[in-house]
């Protein structure tokens, strides 16, 4: 069964959208009118869901993947220390995609966007030539000046990760081979993204530098090592691992330094972090070190270059 059409479709996203302090004018005009706090500086960000590049249909039921659609942008405003403030969704499905996986997209992507109290503003609707594209668009504001970057790390800093790294891979990794119960893999098929966790470390300035785990440690680490202009030693062994699996087995090492999609917090900070935010446990992993380049260290104390192998597009893998 097709989809329905273009304008019956932004009718019933528009019945379904809730109003949300920011939003001015939303859906029904040329543009959004949005307005925010005086004294705050505007966030934008901008986050593909490719059908068989971050999805497949038959591994992914369509509120899983309207949830995570939502949840990549959220993400980015949570690694900002900032505040979401409205959401807009470009939306293109083929002819043959049927109405019920839509209508389940949209009950993912507004369940998350009321977990925020987040409205959904506007957005496009067109057909594709194959596949199902949805891009998402969430603007977010912090207070003038205090954005958090990826450029602030200094030496000498402590290294912290919220939550366990490595569950959303092992999804991946799990469904390659067979199935995997979505309540086994949490992150992976249910990632909250930890807006409460980034403004609190924004509203007391204890995060120097701040980014979002989405395409592995590995390769976000060294995102804020190059933009910093630092190098980074981190203990394999501190590392914390997700349990997955109806046994709650731990993740090796290699999903949680590489593994992408987890949607945690890493931040650089040279104050005293408590274990816990926001209800998120905190672990500090490492230090940030003068000398540029990624150091892991083990166990017995063996030093070795910590490689970069998280997910790189149009690196074929
Ligand atoms: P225009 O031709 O001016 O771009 P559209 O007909 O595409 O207008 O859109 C009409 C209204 O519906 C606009 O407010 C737009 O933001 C909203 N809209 C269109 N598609 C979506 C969507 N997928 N999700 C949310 N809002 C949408
Ligand atoms: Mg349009």
Not at 83 to 110: C, H, I, M, Y
Not at 229 to 254: F, K, N, S, T, Y
Request: hydrophobic letters at 40%.
């Amino acid at each position: 069964m097709a989809p329905l059409g273009e304008k019956s479709l932004i009718e019933r996203i528009r019945r379904r959208v809730r109003a949300g302090s920011a939003v001015v004018n939303g859906i029904g005009d040329d543009s959004a009118v949005l307005r925010v706090p005086a004294g705050h500086e505007l966030l934008v960000t901008t986050d593909f869901t490719l059908e068989n590049v971050h999805f497949r249909r038959q591994w992914h039921p369509p509120e899983v993947v309207g949830w995570r659609c939502l949840t990549r942008g959220l993400s980015d405003i949570a690694a900002m220390g900032g505040e979401p403030r409205a959401a807009f969704l470009s939306l293109a499905l083929d002819g043959r995609t049927p109405q019920k996986w839509v209508n389940g997209f949209f009950d993912g992507l507004l369940e998350a966007a009321s977990e925020f109290g987040l409205p959904l503003a506007g957005g496009d609707t067109a057909q594709s030539a194959g596949g199902i594209q949805a891009d998402i668009v969430v603007v977010g504001s912090v207070p003038n000046g205090k954005a958090v970057l990826r450029s602030g790390a200094r030496t000498a800093d402590g290294v912290y990760v919220t939550g366990e790294l490595g569950g959303s891979a092992a999804a991946l990794a799990q469904l390659h081979t067979g199935k995997a119960r979505p309540a086994d893999y949490p992150r992976h098929f249910h990632p909250v993204a930890r807006i409460a966790v980034g403004q609190w470390l924004q509203r007391r300035g204890l995060a120097s530098g701040m980014i979002d785990i989405s395409d592995g440690l590995s390769t976000d680490l060294e995102h804020i090592c190059e933009e910093s202009g630092v190098g980074a030693e981190i203990a394999g062994a501190a590392i914390p691992r997700a349990r997955v699996g109806h046994r709650a087995q731990q993740v090796g090492l290699d999903l949680a330094l590489h593994g992408g999609e987890d949607y945690e917090l890493l931040f650089t900070s040279a104050k005293k972090i408590p274990a816990q935010v926001a209800g998120v446990p905190v672990t500090r992993i490492g230090r940030i070190t003068r000398k540029r380049r990624m150091v892991l260290t083990e166990d017995d104390g063996a030093r070795r270059t910590l490689e970069v192998r998280g997910w790189e597009h149009f690196k074929g893998n």
